[in-house]
Structure formats: structure tokens, C-alpha cells
């Protein structure tokens, strides 16, 4: 069984898909963070190999979260070669869940390109300023940078911009998913919300 949650930056996509993946004891796939891998060794290694990007290159979390590797993730995740390398190995990580029931999955194109027949497909948003908000937070808690609330709302609206208007495999939703805007909730009411929708579909 695949869950496969998209949505745009800052919609609360990790922390909904790694509540899920431990209540339902799935594997926990975080696309984005592939291209977070690629963007970061194309920033600071850019001779390495994309394979060795993913696999060999040791970047702490804190560098692979920070708004300047999200913004370049997003320039590259448009790159031809880089998407179907990693589109790849997402689909690779699914067949090899060992001890798991499932897999959930994060990103931007999960239940439309990489399994577009995935069991369950959630679609997950918020506001850009509820979104911005939660990027700030996120940015404040970890020490990671030094950015302005407009700073980090401009980088949104261009990342959002960037992700649903490439041409390969933009962020956007087929019919078949159901859509959850978690603006006004904490992440515990839309785990709780979108829980019971993977329960109907057990
Ligand atoms: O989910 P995230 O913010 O960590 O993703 C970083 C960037 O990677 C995002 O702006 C676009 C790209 N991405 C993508 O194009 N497709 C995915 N499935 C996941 C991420």
C-alpha cells in the first residue's frame, strides 16, 4: 500500500506523512529530500556524480533544510536528467520496505508521476503566510539562517511558482485526490483527519 502525500512548501507534508508512517508502521519516504541532496552537492561539491550526490554526500540536516538548498532543490528538481534519476530511486525505495506494511510518501509529483496508482493520494496546503510562518519557526528553532518573515514569503510564493509550472512533473492534482488545506489546524487534527481516510482505505 502506497500513501503518497503532495503538496507545496511548508503544507505540513513531513510531519503529517512521518505521524502517519509511525501509527500505521509504514516506511517513511522523503522525496524532497533526494533533491535537497543533489541541490546541496551541486552548490558545494559540483563535480560530484548525481548517484554520489544521493548516496556518499554528508550534509548535516540543518544544510539540507535551510531555505538557500530548497530554492536551488526547486531550480533542479526541473532538470530532466536530475528528475527521472530520482523519480528512480523513489520507486526503488518502495519495493525494498522490508519489515514495513506501507509506504508514505512525500513531494510534489508522487501520486501523479511516480505512482500514479497509489492507494491513498492526499493533497495537502495551507496559505502562504500560514506557510511562510511555519518556515520562520522552523528557520528560528534550528538556528539555521538569519531570514525575514518577507524573505521567507517571497522564497515560498517563487518556490511555489517555480514547482507548478515546470514542465516536467509540476505539483498539481488528478481527480483522485482528496484535498486538505491545514491552515487553521495543528498538526495533530489533520493527522487525525487524514488517518481516518487511510483507515477507509485499509
Ligand atoms: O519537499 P521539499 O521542500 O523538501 O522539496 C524541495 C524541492 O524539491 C521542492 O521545492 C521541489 C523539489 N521536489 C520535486 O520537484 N518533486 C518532489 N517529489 C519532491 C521535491
Redesign the pocket.
Known amino acids: 500500500m502506497i500513501v503518497a502525500i ?1 503538496g ?3 503544507s505540513g ?2 510531519t503529517i506523512a512521518s505521524m502517519l508512517a509511525e501509527y500505521f508502521g509504514f516506511k517513511y519516504v ?7 541532496k543533489v ?1 546541496a552537492a551541486s552548490i558545494w561539491a559540483p563535480s560530484v556524480d548525481l548517484q554520489d550526490a544521493i548516496y556518499s554526500m554528508d550534509f548535516s540536516k540543518d544544510v ?2 535551510s531555505e538557500e ?3 536551488r ?2 531550480e ?3 532538470v530532466p536528467q536530475i ?1 527521472s534519476l ?2 528512480e530511486l ?1 520507486r526503488r525505495c518502495a519495493q525494498n520496505i522490508g519489515p514495513y506494511a506501507g509506504v508514505v ?6 501520486g501523479t ?2 505512482f500514479p496508482g497509489a492507494t491513498c493520494k492526499i493533497y495537502l496546503t495551507a496559505s502562504p503566510e500560514v506557510r511562510a510562518k511555519r518556515r520562520l519557526a522552523y528557520i528560528n528553532r534550528h538556528g539555521s539562517g538569519t531570514a525575514t518573515y518577507e524573505e521567507v514569503y517571497e522564497n515560498i510564493l517563487e ?1 511555489d511558482s ?2 507548478s509550472s ?1 514542465e516536467i ?1 509540476p ?1 498539481t492534482i488528478s481527480d483522485d485526490y482528496v484535498v486538505i488545506d491545514t491552515s487553521n489546524e495543528i498538526p495533530k487534527e489533520s493527522f487525525s483527519r487524514i488517518k481516518k481516510i487511510v483507515e477507509n482505505i485499509l
Do not use: H, W
Open positions: 503532495d507545496p512548501a511548508g507534508k513531513g522523503d522525496s524532497g529530500l533526494l533533491y535537497r541541490a539540507l533544510r538548498v530548497g530554492a532543490a526547486s533542479i528538481a526541473g528528475r530520482v523519480t523513489s510518501m512525500d513531494g510534489r509529483d508522487i508521476v511516480v518556490r517555480r514547482d515546470r512533473a505539483l
